[in-house]
């Protein structure tokens, strides 16, 4: 379902991540998990941030119900280091979020509590994407490093090789 835009990019919700907000709702959690995705839309808005500085084109960002993903309408696999950068945007958002919560939490800005739990959501998806599994973040990552030694297809090959194994683990 598409929302509407933000900074000139379309925004949109999965319509199963409505589902988990109303389980989140019943379940009584609804705010914790509203944080969790809003640590998902600044992750994601930093991949925007990346993907536009390199003079790429972002058609929207979708929260899904396991995550989010920034759609870039050009090719940025095809420059191996653009395709780092922009990955590495989004867990580098999420750290310096982390980062920033750590000092609200310091100074006494946030309530301990609350910073804590901010805190491990930032943190939570800034590792989580970091896993060097396709389609996550760190496959991509992944990818751009392999793409020099064995191009292109075969990069894409092993990192896709790389996530099946990580989500039969998970």
């Known amino acids: 379902m598409r929302i509407g835009r933000f900074l000139g990019v379309g925004f949109r919700v999965n319509n199963l991540f409505l589902l988990v907000l109303l ?12 944080f969790l995705f809003l640590a998902v ?4 808005l930093g991949h925007v941030a990346a993907a536009r500085s390199r003079g790429l084109s972002v058609r929207e960002i979708e929260l899904l119900p396991f995550g989010g993903v920034a759609r870039v309408d050009d ?3 095809l420059d191996p280091a653009v395709e780092r950068a ?8 999420s750290f310096f979020l982390a ?18 739990f901010l805190l491990g959501c930032n943190l939570m998806v800034a590792a989580f994407n970091l896993i060097p599994a396709l389609p ?6 992944y990818r ?3 793409v020099g030694r064995m191009g292109f297809r075969r990069a894409t090959e092993q990192a896709a090789a790389v996530g099946k194994a990580m989500a039969a683990l998970l």
């Open 23 to 34: 389980l989140a709702g019943l379940a009584g959690r609804l705010e914790q998990v509203l």
């Open 41 to 44: 839309f600044l992750h994601e």
């Open 75 to 77: 090719f940025l696999e």
């Open 136 to 141: 996550l973040d760190g496959g991509r990552i």
């Open 86 to 93: 922009v990955a590495l945007a989004g867990p580098c958002t």
């Open 99 to 116: 980062g920033g919560l750590l000092l609200a939490r310091k100074y006494g800005l946030l309530e301990r509590s609350q910073a804590d």
């Open 144 to 146: 751009a490093h392999l």
